[in-house]
């Protein structure tokens, strides 16, 4: 079966833009989460969705928000975009929510100038 | 923050066991415990976990201490498709999400 697919694979985007990140995870999970990896930062938690409900969400401002449709696909938008958010964003697919193996995609590298 | 500690880097030669290292002292009862390794410009893919028995898998092995605290990951033939960053993490039911530290960076040794 497919796995994760995340779209695009890189953007270039200027500050002060918004932005939209795409992923559809494997058929049949319900479980999408995101993530935000930097150099220096790591591998950072951004949020969760279940069944279209954001069921977790970690330390990061307002200006990053996302939603999930009923056919479990996700999208993560950034609005006002700084130049810190350059990064590596993956989404991660799970059938139930990260208490067994997720899958994740290969990420969207964002570059913002 | 992330409730594990595992060594910054570590080498091994070709076709050799690897022995990862991992402590978690202040895991409690009903947290898994998690490995994900992340190859070079790919997102991370899930390893093996376990909760309390040492469990085995195509990719893997992992011993888990007796008290839990600590765990191992164990490559029992090392290939240089093997090089990459390993993550050991909680999966802490409470809050139902993946929290990566820093990993393990592994390098082989032709």
């Known amino acids: 079966k497919a796995g994760v697919t995340q779209t695009p694979r890189y953007l270039i985007k200027t500050r002060g833009q918004q932005v939209t990140l795409s992923c559809s995870p494997i058929?049949?999970?319900?479980?999408v989460s995101w993530y935000q990896q930097t150099p220096g930062q790591g591998l950072q938690f951004l949020f969760e969705?279940?069944?279209?409900?954001?069921?977790n969400k970690g330390n990061f401002p307002g200006r990053f928000s996302g939603r999930q449709f009923s056919n479990s696909r996700s999208e993560m938008n950034v609005s006002t975009l700084e130049l810190g958010d350059s990064a590596l964003y993956l989404c991660?697919?799970?059938?139930?929510?990260?208490?067994?193996?997720?899958?994740f995609g290969q990420g969207t590298r964002l570059t913002v100038v | 923050d992330a409730k594990t500690t595992q060594p910054n880097s570590m080498e091994s030669n070709e076709e050799e066991p690897v022995h990862l290292p991992c402590n978690h002292s202040?895991?409690?009862?009903?947290?898994?415990i998690h490995w994900y390794r992340q190859l070079p410009s790919q997102g991370p893919e899930y390893v093996i976990h376990g909760l309390t028995s040492n469990v085995n898998n195509r990719m893997a092995s992992l011993a888990i201490a007796e008290d839990r605290k600590s765990s191992t990951l164990i490559l029992h033939r090392a290939t240089l498709r093997d090089a990459a960053v390993y993550y050991c993490?909680?999966?802490?039911?409470?809050?139902?999400?993946?929290?990566f530290g820093k990993g393990t960076r592994l390098h082989i040794l032709p």
């Open positions: 202040t895991i409690s009862g009903t947290d898994y």
């Open positions: 058929s049949g999970h319900r479980s």
């Open positions: 969705y279940f069944s279209e409900t954001q069921r």
């Open positions: 991660a697919s799970s059938s139930r929510p990260l208490d067994t193996e997720a899958f």
């Open positions: 993490i909680l999966d802490v039911n409470r809050d139902d999400k993946i929290i």
